[in-house]
Every structure is written in structure tokens, then in C-alpha cells.
């Protein structure tokens, strides 16, 4: 550097001595931060209660107050057109549940369950087994040999087998009927042509306003069923991946917030986005959600240990670790 007189360059050198010494209170001159990087995200969701905070994030532009100007959700009509989409890079994140992550980890895409979205406790996210209209069953005892419609290798096959075992009932008087499709599932039952049946939410309260009954589901005692957001480890790894996410979490905190504080005000927008049955939809009680945390390892862990009773896992190993914890 080149001073234009002596005297200037002679209190520069005893400046730069100084500063190197520490002997002096001249605070040095702010560094300027590279700027945050963030990327655009677009995440995949199922048209069902579990994204409400999302939604409201999006409406009320929360988004865009934590720093994300590129956010996209997407809106599928089955878990595979999600999961599709998902393994070929269209989306970064989805809703979904331990399973569906375990699965694709298991398959060789890589994925991080970022947090629970409900069933971060047992009175969240409900899961039941209804008995059909007039079939006079009200107890799991009596549904031992019963086939009880579900569909296999799912979550809600998952929270059947807990139930049932938390019931005492044996594993080899648990009887299903594989029926893949949940309201095709529902109309067989409230026709009388399934005794039983495994429902999420809003089609178990539906089949008990037009009169199945409610024999058991997850809301009390042990906690069977987190719906999760799960990301990919390809998008966190890239360049902002990881800042992006966290910002989606800040995000999902403030639409739970608005959520939490009054429930029933965001009534219309999850009728909107998560299509209540006409005879519900002013009386479904609207959920409050968890703040954002990832799943304990205990909740993570029953699932892989069902998962590999019935053989889902093969050979490659999926942990809590492989699916919560972010690697480089």
C-alpha cells in the first residue's frame, strides 16, 4: 500500500503494531459475513391434516419472513406418486412417517427425518380400528380370527399389530384383509362387506358419524405413529441445503404457533387442503401440533424392529442414526 506522506505512514506502522500487540482500544473494522445461502425447497405433502402448519406458513408468507423466497408445497394424491417423485430429485422433502423413510433409506436414497409433524405424543395424529355398522363388535378380543382390512407393510398395518398387542391378543389370532386403498377400504366397511377395518384420520371419525364403531386406537397409552418430515441427504449436503432446512423448521414453528393459538380459526384452509368429508367438516376437531424435534430413538426403533420382523429391511442396515442424524 502506498502512503502519501511519511508522517501517514509512520502511524500506520505503529497502528499495525499496535493492533498485532493488542495495545490498543481501536476496534478493527467490521469484516463483511459472505451472505446466506439458501436454496429453493419444494416439498411434497398428502392432501391430510399433518401439514396444516405448512399450509399456514405458505398463506400467511412466513416463509419469505425467515428467509426463504422459494418455497413450493406440492400436493399428491398416494404416498407412491410421492415417494416418486421424491427418489427422482422433483421434491427435496416430504410429510410421510417412519416407515416411508425407513423404506426409501433402505432402498438406497438417503434421507433425514428432520422432525415430527404429528404424534409427538399419543393424543396426536389418530390412528383406530373400527367395527362396521350392526356387527355388534365393540372389544379387540372379539375381533381375534376377525379379518380386519388393512393395508400391509404400512403404517396403519403397524399401529393394527400395536394394538393388538397391547390388547393381549396373540400374534397368530391377528387376521387381515389386505385392502390397499383407504376409502375403498372404508366404503367395503360401512357397507357391511368388512367386519373391521383400519382407518387414519378423517375417515375413522367419518365411519363413526354414519355409525361404525370405535373399538380401539392410538391416543392413549403406548405411542405408535409419528408423521414426519423427511428430507433428502442429497439436498442437505448441497451448497445451503442445511440452512434451508433449518429455516423450514423456523417456519413450521410460527405456522404451529398460529395453529396452536387458535385451532378452529384455520378450520377452512385444512377443509381446503386436506378435503374433510362433507359431514365432518364442521365438527372435526381441528389438531394442535409439536414444535419442531426430530424422533426419539426409541420411537424410531420399534418401528425398524417391526420393519425387520417382517422382513422390510433385508440386509442393508437402517438405524436411528442413518435416519435422523445428517452426515457429511
Known sequence: MRFRTPLAAALAALLAVAAATGCTGTQAPPVDKPAE???PVRIGTLPTEDALPLWVAE???????????????????????????????????????????????????SVTVATVMLGSTPAEGRFGIVS?????????????????????????????????????????KVKKEEVK????????????????????EPLLS??????AT??????????????VLVFSDAFLRSEGGIETEAKVLDAWDMGVDAVDADPDSWRGLLVEKARLPEPIKDTYEVETYPKS????????????????????????????????????
Open 206 to 211: 367419518l365411519a363413526i358419524k354414519q355409525g
Open 214 to 227: 370405535l373399538v380401539a386406537d392410538d391416543t392413549k397409552g403406548e405411542n405408535l405413529s409419528q408423521t
Open 37 to 39: 445461502v439458501v436454496r
Open 293 to 328: 424435534d426430530a424422533p426419539t430413538a426409541e420411537q424410531v426403533d420399534a418401528v425398524l424392529a417391526w420393519m425387520k420382523g417382517k422382513g422390510l429391511l433385508g440386509k442393508r442396515p437402517v438405524t436411528y442414526e442413518s435416519l435422523v442424524i445428517v452426515t457429511p
Open 132 to 172: 362396521a355398522p350392526k356387527s355388534g363388535i365393540t372389544t379387540l378380543s372379539a375381533l381375534a380370527g376377525v379379518p380386519i382390512g388393512t393395508s400391509s407393510d404400512t403404517i396403519q398395518e403397524y399401529v393394527l399389530d400395536g394394538l393388538m398387542r397391547q390388547s393381549g391378543i396373540p400374534a397368530d
Open 59 to 109: 398463506q400467511q408468507g412466513v416463509f419469505a419472513k425467515v428467509g426463504l423466497d422459494d418455497v413450493e408445497i406440492v400436493t399428491f394424491q398416494a404416498a407412491q406418486e410421492r415417494d416418486t417423485a421424491f427418489t427422482s430429485g422433483a421434491i427435496d422433502a416430504f410429510m410421510g412417517d417412519l416407515i416411508a423413510a425407513a423404506n426409501l433409506e433402505h432402498a438406497g436414497t
Open 181 to 200: 386403498k383407504v376409502p375403498v377400504r372404508f366404503d367395503l366397511l360401512m357397507a357391511g362387506k368388512l367386519k373391521a377395518a383400519a382407518l387414519p
